[in-house]
């Protein structure tokens, strides 16, 4: 039995093996019913839902939820989209699979670009900043949360829903905001902080484990807009002198990045930084979703499927 | 000359003289090029627009706005709005015109019913909260910010917009909210707290000074949703042991308390009590509006004119 | 083989026999080709779907939507929800299985709090009050259509769905508008004929027989809100010297209660009575759909799942 | 001194005197202390707003709004638009003005199409109406309130709001409806029914009295499509063995008239005949907006200024 | 075994052979990891889902989507739908099948009346435009795409999706908006040219094959409201002496014929001819919509299932 | 008397002379039936509201609308605006006016950067394309219509409303969005194209004379957009083997530039270049009028007065 090529490469036809992260695994009873298993599994290039409809109970007691593990079984399509069909599973033992190859980075979906490749380049942006308090400011809450910011998705599903998603997001975000806040005369240490820390609040709204992000209880109450905004204001209130005007200005890039109340925003972008922030976040955001889409859709005609979220189909040719 | 009556009562013929507070000055020349001012004046009971167009340079420099004057002219219609020519104007002279009957509280539009009594209502209903901690947090809030509080309006122009206004409204959906919660059986303390507090960052969000308000930095930059926030989780941070969970439920409340994402909250009710709080908060501002427009409506006709915020006319019978 | 739970207390793994009442009943034909039967069963406490695999030509024939039924089976959850896999079923024998425990009101979803006393209490209110007209005019709607409001849902589906929902809506607004009316100094016997009144139109627009409700012809052309005014219109002519104002008054209420053009009131609410009655109405129907979220939601999580019609997740933590 | 043209054909130069109805008169206090009189006047053509400066008090007393005036003046443009700056008015005395050439008829705004023949055109179709019951009822309509239908205008102020202009509206929806019926096989009776009927509420909705229409409090409170609604129940209720479900089509007519929710319907067409109306009513009152907006464009450009309510300029180039 | 009816006939117990048109196949794989077939086949009267469970590899390479085919099967109900249960398929062989009733015409969902009556009746009419360039303009479009024209459907799927439905459209429009424009003075052979071409872009929009029409890239792009006007431009450039004037208005129709931006028109109608127009065009897709709805539901009731796209229920007493 | 400053630099109290260009020029009918004159007047760094009260006839006759006109006056503040009262006016008589130092180009408001070096920066941009058919293409259009892009504004009012604001706001499109199609590996030619194309369509779509724009009939009834296309269509045809496919990505960059079918495209963005160019050119426009709105701003507050287009305030410190 071969190995199964990665996720991203997977064909209609493929059958084989290969080590996986499961970040969901739920029971059915089917029509007959007899139960089934619904899974999704996930390995550094895509995710994909798989089904075991044999032996499930022996296989059910075989791993949980969050576990790595190593799978046999083939592809299949499903309503339009691959499926994998499973027909053995059991949890991956790390000593033993990493002779056949496991490794844990293979196993979770994550950002095409290197993580320390990135953060290399979000700090060398950060250190060049000329704003001394802001400069402080942000080393630091990069410092707190060097961990986190490595490795968290940038959302739950909508835009960089992967491992180093959230890094990758701002570090593109750094990269066009650079070029546009020179353009412009913009501010642009204000609107490097802006971009660092305008999700900031995401690390209390989320909880990230095992490949899978989920609200947290602070996340739907109040919101990660305005948990940033409280860790914006810790920070600065932590960094002696720091001028009030600038951590008002600042904390309004957190609050009016999503650039209007419809989206969420309590208050609307009134400086040209809040509005290069807003504008910058909003196509990030929708370049990487325009890009999943266009990846991720496997029919072979010019134009993706229609598109739910952005209420379109996209053109493939080129992207 | 008769003294004028209070302005709730002038009537377009009024003539006579009498103390105001002027809330606005400015400076406007005409078509022919001679300069006029125009004023606004307010007493306890309500508030004009006034103009001076003789002798302005003179008059112009008896007074600034922000101060206490006295007026002498004549009530007038202009387009279907009662307005005062004045004739003489000077500011007051204390001592001098205190025997005449000047008295400040006279002189700033003011919430209909005494302030000391709303307060002691606020205060014995705070008072009685069952939960602790919400008790301290919000008696430590009552007592840091009496002064305010007790002088505020509720908002710069749309409701509540006079002194004692923010008192008289958070007194109010005191005691509508206190039936509801009871009807529903959600947790009152909690209820109460959120009515106190849901407002409490218009403390930074406007400056109030002379009669009128204006919006400052952090208002416009940061708006009173999230700057209530800061301040419930700072006074939070000061009473030890403060249940996590409940702080989260009295953020979720100051935040969701408009309603909707298009009103201006970052979140949105998700419990029962703020479904109770944003729905006590809309109904007492709405019936504040109606009130004043059915009140400040001089015509003879049954319903008001046209109310542009609610977008429709009002019917006068009975209210 | 035990009886069953209640369907509000039924687990996952419960298996057994119970008596429900069958509101929906349809055939479907399998992928396989071979036929199985979908129903809605309802008791008491709940209702739930139920599928029949085995046998269908034989059960189909026992038994018909609409009628009650003595079912085996067993629980079993399917996308997340519980249904029943019935083994056996047939329609109730009312004198045998009355010895086994059989009662119709068991059968039939219905409001928490005993109709008897909902029904006393909103008599009690409707008999204390002041105005001679209203008093007489919804008197005689209550005792015309006593039978209906009894036994009627408040809606075909969206809140107060069940046996007794029509009467606990209109009961808990009075309840609530007594405290808003009070507080406003508003019309409180308006506002209380309007609560009893603002859905009489349903009694026309839906049909109700055997646990479940489906529109009627003029429900779909007319619709409740102007068979209410009509209702109304020929209730007033039938007492003698009913002032014309006041139906004027009380028919804006009707036709405002939904508060917007939008949500179907070709009137907005142009009396503080019709701003009460709009909001109440609305903040008893969220409730009692939260309510209804918090209950239904079987997970083990803080929150709900997404709340479709509401666009959001509740909080479950002391709902 | 000459005779002024119609208004209509007035200039910006024309100067002389006339014969008016005056519709509305205001006094306003100018800026220098000095009062004037604005009015609006009208003759059979145009509607105009005039303004008188001089001996104010003499002049105010010779005459009401709602009367008959004899006017001198001259036209003038104030920002953009023409008014009449009047030297002297009076009120017509008729048996004297007569000889002058006064006719009441040509001092009230009216539709171009002379009544009798509109009011014969539509009885005509009403006459050649198949269903029995539709035709008596319509009739019976008709010849109840034959008067106002031949006098009133459409509207308060958006379309047709002139002398004849509701009769003209449903003449000309007679006329389009007819062919737009024949051609999709629908009901043209029911249409035609509706037709007549959809408005047939303003009646009451409005007070239509010296040129001018007003909202009635149950124009207010209830609105014409409520009031439509329980004119055309009473008037089926007359009429022995109407068919209850004709009638339910029938007030479905005249409740979906608007299109929407949004638009004040409370419910939302449902019939092949609904579809048609509310298109019919609307293509009718919009083309009647372009023509007037079109008509009233003095500019010299192939474009009129910006119409505020269909939110565009509109093409004069062959309308 | 009997031959089946047409498709609108077809009943839930129908079972027998026909002919039609497969228009999509698509193989799926069960949950049981068996693979079944996923058809939509037509005939002229209507389309329907069939599905394949048996010999699955055998049949599905006996013919291919857009071929017609040769079936036996039985009728189906599944969720409410009426499907097809295929149990032998083969594609047709002309020559052998035309003796057992083959005809192609038969096999295609075509609209009701006969496409030669319906081009007649456009020609008559377009040969009856009293203005020369519009006729030439007009005639010589049809002449160049008269193939088109006669067989394509008139959208992809909202309405008239079926053979001959295009022209059914823009003849019915025809009918409609002649007498309109009679009614209201309006430029007849515009609107009759603003009929005929106001889809025109359409037939580059998309590509239709084999019964099924699919959005070609210029279609998605650049869509068929800029596509047409192109269409139009160039085709004017053709015609000596083609007043300008005519051209814009002309183009303006074809360009605001979905009336208003939201709906896809980058212009909104600015004169009588394209308010006409696209109220005309509207109304004729709706009513496809209605009667569609009406004839495809096969519920017992008096009103059809929730109508998703138009929001609603519709009525099917008298449609 | 001394010459005034640039109107930027106008102060309230400014007296003096100077040298304009007139834009507009009304005669108005005053209150007490006298004439006066209000103008628009511009030189290269602003422009601002005249009146003329006295001697109007003389002066009236002394310029028209469009000419440069010589002007004595003093600066006075109406509602808030700076307007200049006119005490002298005359049409500029250049030979003579020279020598007192009067050059056309003060005289017309401007870009603040100079044109031939946006244009050396633009050119050289284009001449930089790697591919070969846009490079012609676009240098094609750019030579045709030199004279028009080097002069016109970008709007007739909104955004860069003064003469080289339509250079200005491409070359700073071209200058943001090359940084961004490079961090997105756009392709950098095609988004250059689409960013010198997408507004072309305002060449026909206005008319720019004598320093004001005005809508033309084509601007009217067609639009920018749809004549945009037009003319890139045309353009390409007149490239021999122009490839097909990317003439329509280029004609989607023009048609879907303003985002959304709701701001006039009546195709949406569906590739990384189109989301580009929308986003760049929404970003730019917002900016200028954020600075506008801040320059404009003339009173001594952190924030500007009320920004209807933007529907919010704006933030003056550091912009």
Known sequence: MPRLPRLAALAPDSAGWGFFLCTSKEV???????????????????????????????FGAEFDAGEFVR???KASVFNGQLQLIVSSIRRVHVEQDRREGFREDECVLSAPRPIDEMWAELTARVGAMQEGHLRVLVRRI????????????????????YRGGFLEHIVKMAEVSEGVSRAYG???DLVLAGV???????????????GSASYTRDGNLIGHIALGLILVREAAAGISGFPIELRSKLEHLVLSHHGSREHGSPVEPK????????????LDAKINQV?????????????TGWHKRLGRVLYKGGI
Chains 1, 2, 3, 4, 5, 6 share one sequence.
Do not use: C, M, N
């Not at 609040?201 to 989320?206: I, T």
């Not at 400086?271 to 909003?282: G, H, K, N, R, S």
């Open 142 to 161: 990069l410092a707190d949360h060097e961990a986190e910011l490595r490795e968290w998705p940038a959302a739950q599903a909508i835009h960089h829903a």
């Open 196 to 210: 660092v820390l305008h999700d900031i609040g995401k690390l209390q709204e989320l909880a990230y484990e095992a």
């Open 271 to 282: 400086t040209i930084e809040a509005f290069i922030l807003a504008t910058v976040d909003e």
């Open 71 to 73: 799978v046999e079984g």
């Open 186 to 188: 913009a501010d642009a």
């Open 28 to 58: 059915r009873t089917g029509r007959s019913g007899s139960d089934f298993l619904i899974l999704t599994l996930q390995d550094v290039s895509a995710q994909i839902t798989a089904k075991i409809f044999d032996d499930v109970p022996r």
């Open 291 to 303: 890009r999943r889409a266009v990846r991720e859709d496997v029919g072979e005609r010019e134009f």
